[in-house]
């Protein structure tokens, strides 16, 4: 693992071991209520391994937030402004995805991310990421399907797509990749 991904993976590690402590939960607690494993959760605590966007998700879910908030909470540390060189990004061992929040930390409901997904790779989420948010979709570059349920979009640059009712959905870039823009509304 790289410094970079090293540093990263050991700042969002000791966020899930600070929101576990902040809540009392034991490692066997958080593994019950994320379906993660307490020894893959003692090794992502630890900084020990990147995990990947599907166990991040879980996690956040178990915490009551989203991926986002998760990453947000880990990287930022307040103010107005968020200069494009200290918006966290974090990149997917697993797919090569890329998601750069771009909101500064503050108290609005709403966050924007950047996602870049590249040629051919999917991300899966379970409706569980989904409970505690409203969102939309807004195509930057590339083509993107999107499997929300049993329903398929595909979606063409300057497309926007208000997701509906928490469900299982999986993003796939298509030929050239994918860079969208994900508005969350928290609440």
Excluded at 122 to 146: H, N
Aim: glycine share 8%.
């Amino acid at each position: 693992m790289d410094d970079i991904a090293n540093d990263i993976s050991s700042t969002i590690g000791r966020r899930i071991h600070a929101e576990r402590v902040m809540r009392d939960w034991s490692l066997a607690e958080l593994a019950e209520r994320s379906g993660v494993s307490k020894a893959m959760l003692s090794t992502i605590e630890r900084g020990m391994t990147s995990p990947t966007a599907t166990l991040l998700v879980r996690i956040a879910a178990a915490f009551g937030m989203t991926l986002s908030t998760l990453i947000a909470r880990a990287e930022l540390q307040g103010g107005g402004l968020l200069r494009e060189a200290d918006q966290p990004a974090w990149r997917d061992p697993d797919t090569g995805y890329v998601r750069r929040h771009l909101s500064p930390a503050s108290d609005m409901p709403l966050e924007l991310v950047k996602v870049h997904l590249p040629a051919g790779a999917r991300v899966s989420l379970p409706a569980a990421s989904y409970a505690f948010i409203k969102q939309q979709i807004w195509l930057i570059a590339g083509r993107l399907e999107f499997t929300e349920g049993d329903v398929v979009h595909r979606l063409e640059p300057g497309d926007c797509l208000a997701l509906g009712a928490p469900s299982d959905c999986t993003f796939h870039a298509l030929e050239a990749g994918a860079d969208y823009l994900v508005a969350l509304v928290r609440g």
